[in-house]
C-alpha cells in the first residue's frame, strides 16, 4: 500500500468483528484513490477489435482499478481472513 491513508487499514485490520469500521476506513482509502467506482459497476464488456480506444482504456482503467481495490482489501484483513480468500478473484 503506497498511499499515506493507508495507514488507516494496516491498522484497522479486518478481523470480523469490526466490519462496520472497516468497510467505513476502506471506502475512504478507495475514494482517495479513485478505485470506489469498481465496487459498485460491473467490468465493462471486452470490446470488439474495431472498437473505438475509449472503450479499450475503459475497460484497462477498470481492470486496474479493480485490482487495485483488491489488493487494498486483502491487504486490510487479518491473516486468517487473507487465507479464507485468497482465490477470489473479484
Known amino acids: 500500500m503506497s498511499s499515506p491513508l493507508s495507514v488507516i ?6 478481523t470480523g468483528e469490526n466490519f462496520n469500521d472497516w468497510k ?6 478507495l475514494n482517495f484513490e479513485k478505485h ?3 465496487l459498485a459497476q460491473p467490468r465493462p464488456p471486452t470490446p470488439a ?3 473505438p480506444d ?3 482504456v475503459a475497460l484497462e482503467r477498470w481492470d486496474n482499478s479493480n ?4 489488493c487494498y482489501i ?5 491473516n486468517v481472513l487473507q487465507k479464507q480468500h485468497e482465490e477470489h478473484q473479484t
Open 67 to 70: 485490482l487495485s481495490a483488491m
Open 9 to 14: 487499514l494496516t491498522q484497522n485490520k479486518l
Open 74 to 78: 486483502r491487504a486490510s484483513m487479518s
Open 24 to 29: 467505513r476506513n476502506l471506502l475512504i482509502v
Open 36 to 38: 470506489s467506482f469498481v
Open 49 to 51: 477489435i474495431d472498437a
Open 54 to 56: 475509449r472503450d479499450f
